[in-house]
């Protein structure tokens, strides 16, 4: 297993423009998590899914993200009409919860620049 | 409001030395703490973690120290050797919300100096 996978690992991109961010989880794991960094902050959570059903949303995340886990696997991280406020890390996390307490294991991240 | 505080951007120590890095915390429902390291071009990585049942958990040359009654945790290395130098985070989560996520702190950047 090679750990939690995401791609592009750089974007850069003009204000207006659409963004799609892949991640990639540990295949056995049954959570996965968007959270953004900016300079000098620690991430911040945007979403989770258990499996393929998203059970939490951040009220970071305004109406222009999209985050999707088609049958439980890879997620999307859509931004449409990309601010300038939006760059950021955005970084994909994944864990394996039945109960207690709960590990997540980070990807490397997926840097965003809007011009 | 920041409910996760690490209030010193960075830290600098001889290798060899004791590090200690804080945290502090405001919401009390919170009940299971970690810390992560994080490397440059890198995602954060786990470290080590303790429950609000103890107050001390010890992983090798990594000890953290939980006082519930400050509402303050600490991360212990001892001795500090130049690879730990990386960017800490302090992140804590509460079985209410099923440990569903992590509120993080903004980070202290340790340098361990040869």
């Known amino acids: 297993d090679t750990g939690v996978s995401q791609d592009p690992r750089h974007k850069i991109t003009k204000r207006g423009q659409n963004v799609t961010f892949r991640c990639d989880p540990i295949?056995?794991?049954?959570?996965l998590y968007w959270y953004r960094q900016t300079l000098g902050q620690g991430p911040e959570f945007l979403t989770y899914?258990?499996?393929?059903?998203?059970?939490?949303k951040s009220r970071l995340l305004s109406d222009r993200f999209s985050a999707e886990r088609p049958k439980g696997s890879f997620s999307t991280l859509e931004i449409q009409r990309t601010e300038q406020g939006d760059s950021a890390m955005y970084l994909c996390?994944?864990?394996?919860?039945?109960?207690?307490?709960?590990?997540?294991?980070f990807g490397a991240g997926s840097r965003l620049t809007v011009l | 409001d920041q409910q996760v505080k690490q209030n010193s951007p960075s830290l600098s120590v001889q290798e060899g030395r004791i590090s200690i890095l804080n945290c502090d915390y405001t919401?009390?429902?919170?009940?299971?703490f970690l810390w992560y390291k994080k490397y440059p071009a890198e995602g954060p990585t786990f470290l080590i973690s303790i429950s609000s049942i103890k107050d001390k958990n010890e992983d090798g040359r990594f000890t953290v120290f939980l006082n519930k009654s400050a509402k303050h945790l600490s991360l212990h290395i001892v001795p500090s050797q130049p690879g730990d130098s990386a960017v800490y985070f302090c992140?804590?989560?509460?079985?209410?919300?099923?440990?569903?996520?992590?509120?993080f702190g903004k980070g202290t950047m340790l340098l361990v100096s040869p």
């Open positions: 992140a804590a989560s509460f079985k209410n919300s099923g440990y569903s996520t992590l509120t």
């Open positions: 996390a994944s864990s394996f919860v039945e109960s207690g307490a709960n590990v997540l294991t």
């Open positions: 295949s056995e794991h049954n959570r």
């Open positions: 919401n009390s429902m919170f009940d299971y």
């Open positions: 899914f258990q499996n393929e059903a998203q059970l939490e």
